[in-house]
């Protein structure tokens, strides 16, 4: 009703929002990539790589896994022309891996064809959308990005 006042609510509740819209979005993302025969876990990878180059390590740190099972995920991608290792060019022990232009319009494929996100933001006004993307950057600052402070 215009000029109520928003009811308090409680971070219980409002995780438990967050993970509902995680596993619907989760989901749908892994949908979409067993559609291109990726395992989430290789789609996450590639999703990461549209970003620029990362070395091993730190795809491990950003995926939460293990380095031993980073290894295994890449050489899949690798197999498929997906991604491919450089070596740094600030280290030459590092390897890096890029994606591919095949890897690219893969993972871009996946992205298109979470089709029931695309339909919830698609239903999103404007304001709405500039207000989700702003919290979610407040309440999940990207990796090396600090918290995002409110203008």
């Not at 308090?8 to 025969?37: C, H, K, P, Q, R």
């Not at 380095?67 to 890096?96: Q, Y």
């Not at 702003?134 to 402070?149: I, N, Q, W, Y």
Request: hydrophobic share 40%; proline share 7%.
């Amino acid at each position: 009703m215009p000029g109520t006042r928003p009811t308090a609510v409680s971070n219980l509740t409002l995780m438990d929002a967050i993970w509902d819209a995680l596993a619907g979005f989760y989901g749908d993302f892994t949908s979409a990539a067993a559609d291109e025969g990726l395992t989430s876990s290789q789609a996450k990878t590639l999703t990461v790589l549209r970003r620029g180059p990362a070395s091993m390590r730190s795809l491990a740190t950003t995926l939460h896994c293990d380095a031993s099972n980073v290894t295994g995920i890449i050489d899949r991608l690798e197999a498929r022309a997906l991604v491919r290792r450089e070596p740094s060019p600030t280290d030459r022990r590092v390897k890096n891996v890029v994606l591919t232009d095949q890897g690219m319009r893969t993972v871009e494929t996946v992205r298109t064809g979470m089709l029931a996100t695309h339909t919830a933001l698609d239903g999103l006004p404007d304001a709405d959308r500039v207000a989700l993307r702003d919290l979610l950057e407040r309440l999940f600052p990207a990796p090396g990005h600090g918290p995002v402070t409110p203008a």
